[in-house]
């Protein structure tokens, strides 16, 4: 179900993004365009947060202790440089400039259906933000940046440590497609208000075929959570 509720719209830009600090942002940015070290990586992440935090053990840790000295110059040299240049297209996929609606992105509320789309270009920009902590949380939304991940210490360290190659070998992917980011990525927000009684229920089952192996090498199907 679309929702056309203008008070549902959200400003063009992202839900999370703080104006204010943009003009910051963009210049810390063109002041570093290209890093020798993590610890100028972190001092500029928590600048990009106003001093919330003084220290990011986790990334830290993710760079020094569990990469190579190839994937850490990889990490400076190729991933950094491709963050800051899908962060500085913000604007231009969902800034000001931007004024059609497909630009705009809705926050997908609480017992309401309603859906979106991005294309992958988006994708890769909202993901580049979030790893470089430049969005806030909102009280309405879930925490949209790394913020709170990198910050972590040693008691979450084999889970996060996980999730933090899951998105470097993303990024990685990303960086291989040389900006080609083609399609879009739909997200359906479908609630049910009033559950059936199942035991009562004489509907039958949809069809369903079930394969072995991993999600990724599937194919033509529909994943539910």
């Not at 972190?42 to 220290?55: A, D, L, P, Q, R």
């Not at 000295?69 to 899908?86: D, M, P, S």
Request: charged share 30%; net charge neutral; aromatic share 12%.
């Amino acid at each position: 179900m679309e929702n056309n509720n203008l008070n549902d719209i959200i400003r063009p830009g992202l839900p999370n993004f703080n104006e204010r600090k943009w003009d910051f942002i963009v210049q810390k940015l063109e002041q570093y365009k290209t890093i020798t070290s993590i610890d100028e990586l972190i001092e500029m992440i928590c600048s990009f947060n106003g001093g919330k935090v003084k220290k990011l053990p986790l990334l830290k840790s993710f760079y020094e202790d569990f990469l190579d000295e190839q994937k850490k110059e990889y990490f400076l040299k190729e991933l950094y440089v491709f963050l800051r240049k899908e962060v500085l297209k913000t604007n231009e996929l969902f800034g000001e400039s931007s004024q059609q609606s497909e630009n705009r992105i809705r926050i997908l509320k609480f017992n309401n259906c309603d859906r979106i789309q991005l294309t992958k270009a988006q994708v890769v920009c909202i993901l580049s933000n979030m790893f470089l902590c430049t969005t806030e949380k909102l009280e309405e939304m879930n925490d949209c940046s790394f913020l709170k991940i990198f910050s972590k210490d040693s008691v979450y360290l084999l889970t996060l440590l996980a999730k933090m190659k899951t998105f470097l070998n993303y990024f990685e992917r990303m960086i291989d497609l040389k900006g080609k980011f083609e399609g879009f990525i739909n997200i359906n927000r479908i609630c049910i208000c009033e559950f059936p009684i199942w035991k009562e229920s004489e509907s039958k089952l949809c069809r369903m075929e079930i394969r072995e192996g991993l999600i990724e090498e599937s194919t033509d199907c529909a994943q539910v959570f």
